[in-house]
């Protein structure tokens, strides 16, 4: 059968897996869609609200999620446009993903993927590049939190729409942002906010 945009629908990718996400190690909320690598999950706006839903609301609701289709082996190696050669992740996740013709390390890939990994490693690659050391990183951190810096920065800030990202925690803004005004802001000392 031929598909719509030559790809089968998000919730038609669904129904062909969600019987063998668990078995693959793949742990799936039906009502509260999520990337299937990396657990990233878009917010409540895209989850099903009620507990009677539907079966019918559930196809709907992952029809709506901004996850994309992914091949497990890419078209170009002769990967088929077929539901059970396609998985749905987020953007990040199909940028970085395996491409090659054995889908085992596809699976390998993406049973190893965190979200809050991906981001812990984004902050501290935004603390090296200012040259924060460890021991100052959770000091840093409570500045970043503080009203006072808040205030200062407000009018600051550009806020950035991540290219290859998703929403992540910092995604209004880039942690190279935040920690490099904070670096700034303390070394400017232009008001050290009160500590407790
Ligand atoms: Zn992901």
């Avoid at 969600?18 to 693959?24: A, F, I, P, T, V």
């Amino acid at each position: 059968m031929p598909y719509v945009d030559d790809l089968p629908l998000k919730s038609q990718i669904f129904e062909a897996w969600k019987d063998r996400l668990g078995e693959l190690g793949f742990f799936i909320d039906w009502g509260e869609p999520s990337c299937w690598a990396c657990g990233f999950h878009y917010g409540a706006k895209y989850d099903i609200k009620k507990s009677d839903a539907g079966w019918s609301e559930i196809l709907r609701c992952w029809d709506r999620i901004p996850l994309q289709r992914c091949h497990i082996v890419p078209r170009s190696l002769g990967g088929a446009n077929d539901p059970t050669n396609l998985f749905l992740m987020c953007r990040e996740c199909h940028d970085l993903a395996p491409n090659t013709t054995i889908p085992e390390v596809f699976f390998e890939w993406a049973q190893r993927q965190s979200f809050y990994v991906r981001d812990s490693s984004k902050i501290l690659a935004a603390f090296n590049a200012y040259g924060i050391e460890p021991a100052d990183q959770e000091e840093l951190g409570k500045l970043i939190m503080s009203e006072a810096f808040h205030a200062w920065m407000s009018d600051k800030v550009g806020s950035h729409r991540p290219q290859s990202n998703y929403a992540s925690v910092l995604s209004r803004f880039t942690p190279a942002t935040l920690i490099g005004l904070a670096v700034h802001y303390r070394r400017t000392n232009i008001a050290q906010p009160q500590t407790d």
